[in-house]
């Protein structure tokens, strides 16, 4: 293991490691199917502690920051930037692809269980926490996300029946 090594190759093995970890999950995300990323998913559903997503506005604040943090886009990918449109098509492909960055974040923070095998406590320590902070508000940013776009799936659904009851 690390314990062994110096300092400076200590942090030199785990950058590689740390970098092929993210790299092998993020090709991962990129060629599994889209029924990967099912939002129906029980990892992805709502949990009782996120109030409907009431925790990440109100006690995270996530709004105030959110938008500060980049956003990585695939050559003609799919931009989580803003909605460009509000189709219900449109709408279910934006919260399959916040699955999509939810799991590829949510992986990499996995990898805190390796540095935690292979280091000492201290180098440990402190590459999972920059592991946490460079990972874990995506995560956030994600699940805050999807709650936002099913409410106005939600919403955009029960308008347009109710156009066609109108109508009807």
């Not at 974040?105 to 460079?134: D, S």
């Not at 940013?141 to 347009?160: A, D, E, G, T, V």
Request: proline residues 3%; positive net charge; contains cysteine.
């Amino acid at each position: 293991m690390l314990r062994e090594h110096s300092g400076a190759d200590a942090v030199i093995i785990n950058i590689l490691l740390g970098a092929l970890w993210h790299y092998i999950t993020y090709i991962v995300c990129i060629t599994a199917g889209n029924s990967f990323f099912d939002p129906a998913k029980k990892m992805y559903q709502p949990r009782k502690w996120e109030k409907g997503g009431r925790f990440y506005s109100d006690l995270l604040k996530i709004n105030k920051w959110k938008d500060i943090l980049p956003q990585h886009i695939e050559k003609n990918g799919f931009s989580k930037e803003h909605i460009d449109n509000t189709s219900i098509p449109y709408l279910d492909e934006f919260i399959m692809e916040t699955c999509r960055a939810e799991w590829n974040h949510g992986v990499n923070c996995m990898y805190a269980a390796v540095l935690l095998i292979i280091n000492n406590l201290m180098t440990a320590v402190i590459f999972v926490f920059l592991l946490l902070l460079i990972n874990l508000p995506f995560v956030l940013i994600q699940r805050y996300n999807r709650f936002r776009l099913q409410r106005l799936r939600n919403l955009i659904i029960k308008r347009n029946r109710l156009r066609l009851q109108r109508s009807t």
